[in-house]
């Protein structure tokens, strides 16, 4: 596998894991509150989110950087 495409597989893993760990978080204790329920329902909302959040990073960030660049003008 080229380092390019090893380092983007990698960083869609750790940003997933970031973002969807805080996301899922703060929506969970809004949703629940601190309860009983709280870690029951964060840990299953960090699963679903991490399975659908990894491939949607991995696709759309390249995207995301092509439209970042078009929107401040640099180039390509």
């Known amino acids: 596998m080229q380092a390019q495409k090893k380092f983007h597989l990698v960083f869609s893993f750790v940003m997933g894991a970031m973002m969807i760990f805080i996301m899922t978080f703060v929506i969970s204790l809004v949703n629940v509150g601190w309860s009983a329920q709280f870690l029951q329902t964060w840990a299953k909302a960090f699963g679903i989110a991490y399975v659908v959040g990894v491939p949607v990073i991995f ?4 995207v995301a950087r092509k439209v970042t660049g078009r929107l401040l003008g640099m180039p390509a």
């Open 59 to 62: 696709f759309l960030a390249p």
